[in-house]
Every structure is written in C-alpha cells, then in structure tokens.
C-alpha cells in the first residue's frame, strides 16, 4: 500500500506540473461544443432553449471520458514504446497489477477533476437556459466515479495494445465514433424514432454515462432505465479492467 501511494504522489506530482496542460486537454473541446450549442444557438433560434438541459449531461459525460482514457493510454503507450520507463515501475515493491490499479487510480482522479473543470463553465456558459435539478447527489457522485474508473480501463486496453505510431490514429478511429454515437450532444430516449439505431448505439460505454448524468443532473427529461443505466456501466467496467490488466501483465512479462 505504501508503494502505490508513493506511485500516485509521483504521478499527481507530475500532473501538477502539467496543470495548465491538462484543463487545455480536457476542456477545450467540450467548452467548444457548450459554447457552440449551448450559449450561441439557443439565442439565434436554432434549437430549443431546453436543449441545454440535454446537453450538459452529455458534456460532462464526454469531458470525463476522454481525461480518463487519455490520462492512461497516453502515458502507457509512451512508457512501453519509446522511454521504456515502465521497467523502472516493475521494479519497484509492488505486484504488476498493482502498478496497472495505481495506473487506474490516477485515470479516475483525473477524470473527476476534469468534471469538477467542465461542470461550473457550461453551466456559467448555459446560465438561464438550464434548470439542473441535482437533488440527487450520491447518484451524481456514484456516476462519476464509476464514469472514470470505466474509461480510465478503457484507457489501459488501448494503452497496451496499440503501438506508439498509430496512437492518432486510435484516437481517430475510436474517439470519433464513440463520441457522435455516444448520446453526448442528444438523449437516448430521443432515438426511438430510429429503433435500430437506438439499439446499436448500446454497444457504445459512453451511451451509459451520459445518460447517468442525465438521470443525476435533469431528472425531469427522460432518460434511461436506472437498470439499464447501472447494468451498462458495471458490464464495461468489469469487462475492460479485465482485459486492461490482463493486457498489461502480459506487456510487462514480454
């Protein structure tokens, strides 16, 4: 337990280094989007006001998702590649699988304090167009956390698998999809004038994240079954830290 902790101070220390870094990652595509369709559309017309109630969630969702995988799959797939400074990790008093869970902490820590970034500017950018009634806010904690620790595996599969020269190339092909497919920007409910694209989209873990936000932060709009909601998040949570550490020893034992 000491050596993880003493991982996570050096890795939260370095982060901190890289603050400024960070919230230019983590937030300035998501502060796009608020701006875009959350502050200058509702007051040109084009969409509804109430959108932004259907919005939010959906960028608070997306903002989490990405720091969570980037904040794993990035470093990995440097330290395995080029500097081979996971060696030195291996090395230190700890299991192999507790350098890849120290791995997911610092993914899920990163995904919450990117939410905790992302969260106050939409809502400063959205102002009167929202009516956020989060009464519930263990449901808003829960989500959350279960939110970064998802994407945060989902970060150390492909950290693991993809070698360091077709990286872009993995963020342009799994981001892009998961992101205009994930009901980020439009409620899942919504689709049920497209049957088969509604039932598509469920092989998609963002689908159950913005939809959890939805169901903590604007009750009021439908949104999915808590069930499906919960069942969705557990199932790809269990299934990608699976594979993640099972990807990650066998990288480490090569």
Same mark, same amino acid.
């Given at each position: 337990m000491a050596t993880m902790i003493a991982l996570l101070h050096r890795d939260i220390r370095v982060a901190r280094r890289e603050l400024k870094f960070f919230f230019l990652r983590v937030g300035i595509q998501p502060i796009l989007f608020t701006f875009i369709f959350g502050y200058v559309m509702p007051r040109l017309g084009i969409v509804q006001t109430g959108y932004a109630n259907a919005l939010l969630p959906g960028i608070l969702a997306l903002s989490m998702t990405l720091s969570?995988?980037?904040?794993v799959a990035l470093p990995l797939v440097v330290e395995f590649g080029w500097t081979k400074e996971i060696e030195d990790r291996l090395l230190a008093p700890i299991s192999i699988m507790g350098v890849a869970v120290e791995k997911i902490i610092v993914g899920i820590i990163q995904a919450v304090i990117a939410g905790l970034f992302v969260l106050p500017l939409a809502w400063l950018m959205m102002g009167t167009h929202l009516n /956020?009634? #989060?009464?519930?806010f263990l449901l808003l904690i829960l989500v959350a956390l279960i939110t970064g620790w998802l994407f945060a595996a989902l970060g150390m599969v492909m950290g693991t698998i993809v070698e360091p020269q077709q990286i872009g190339l993995m963020f342009n092909v799994l981001l892009g999809p998961m992101i205009f497919f994930g009901c980020a920007y439009y409620p899942w409910a919504s689709l049920e004038? /497209? #049957?088969?694209f509604q039932n598509f989209v469920l092989i998609n873990p963002l689908v159950y994240a913005s939809e959890g936000f939805r169901a903590a932060l604007t009750p009021q709009l439908p949104h999915m079954p808590m069930w499906l909601i919960f069942g969705g998040l557990a199932g790809f949570c269990s299934f990608f830290t699976f594979l993640g550490l099972r990807q990650f020893e066998r990288r480490s034992l090569e």
């Open positions: 969570g995988m980037q904040a /956020l009634q #989060p009464e519930n004038v /497209l #049957p088969w």
